[in-house]
């Protein structure tokens, strides 16, 4: 009977010959605890993401978007079009702001033209977005 206070261990402690120290555990107990542990790494790595998501945010590399937006963005609307309404801009705004004609930015939009990769930078700039929000 363990004592109160005390956890009852199915662990065998054996010291070899060359001087190891091994514990012998059943292979239920074993699989729990590598189960225990991959939680723990899991855990981890969301709290990682969590700090590296906050610091991008409070640095101006990420941008919160609402779930509005994100489902928009999901399910294959146009990128440039769905950051523009958001961002409550007409397409003449945008287009001055980045140096086209209206034509060609509704162009964009409507998926019928691409646009240079320096153009879509100049979306981001103007847009207030990181660039891989606008990379399709």
Do not use: C
């Not at 409070?58 to 769905?82: I, M, Q, S, T, Y």
């Not at 980045?98 to 153009?119: C, D, F, H, M, T």
């Amino acid at each position: 009977m363990a004592k109160a206070g005390t956890v009852k261990s199915k662990v065998q402690f054996i010291h070899t010959p060359g001087g190891d120290d091994l514990a012998v555990l059943p292979r239920s107990e074993y699989d729990r605890l590598v189960v225990l542990a991959a939680e723990a790494q899991e855990d981890a790595a969301a709290s990682r993401i969590v700090r590296n998501s906050a610091r991008a945010l409070k640095e101006g590399r990420e941008v919160a978007l609402p779930k509005a937006v994100a489902d928009r963005l999901a399910n294959g609307d146009n990128a440039v079009r769905v950051i523009r309404e958001w961002r409550d801009m007409i397409q003449g705004e945008l287009a001055a702001a980045v140096g086209i004609s209206q034509n060609y930015l509704s162009e964009i939009e409507n998926g019928r033209r691409k646009g240079p990769a320096e153009l879509q930078k100049r979306f981001a700039r103007a847009l207030g977005v990181p660039i891989d929000i606008l990379i399709e």
